[in-house]
Nanobody, 122 residues
Framework: QVQFVESGGGLVQPGGSLRLSCATS????????IGWYRQVPGKQRELVAR???????GYTDSVVGRFTISRDDPKNTVYLQMNNLKPEDTAVYHC????????????????WGQGTQVTVSS
């Protein structure tokens, strides 16, 4: 059974920074594409950052220049460094394995777990 454990969220003021971690139990971790999603009530879940098995990073437009995704394959862990945080970044953040189908990325696993709460507020 694959497990994802997200951590690093919290309460931060606008302009502040957080680093999220996603620890996994995946076998052959380096072979997978991994993504960070966020979701708020009333809005669709959004893929904000992804990193491929080849260590290629990509971001949704709203976080470009502020967020950096990285991975440490020997530790089976993916990180999301979030700088210059804005109130609209407030959400529950989840990680998941990604599949690439018909030119787009999709979450592989239906079970999302608990995630980690990020709250950006004065």
């Amino acid at each position: 059974q694959v497990q994802f454990v997200e951590s690093g969220g919290g309460l931060v003021q606008p302009g502040g920074s957080l680093r999220l971690s996603c620890a996994t139990s995946l076998d052959s971790f380096r072979a997978y594409h991994i993504g960070w999603y966020r979701q708020v009530p009333g809005k669709q879940r959004e893929l904000v950052a992804r990193i491929t098995a080849g260590h290629s990073a990509g971001y949704t437009d709203s976080v470009v220049g502020r967020f950096t995704i990285s991975r440490d394959d020997p530790k089976n862990t993916v990180y999301l460094q979030m700088n210059n945080l804005k109130p609209e970044d407030t959400a529950v953040y989840h990680c998941n394995v990604l599949r690439f189908t018909a030119g787009d990325y999709y979450p592989l696993y239906d079970s999302w777990g608990q995630g980690t709460q990020v709250t950006v507020s004065s």
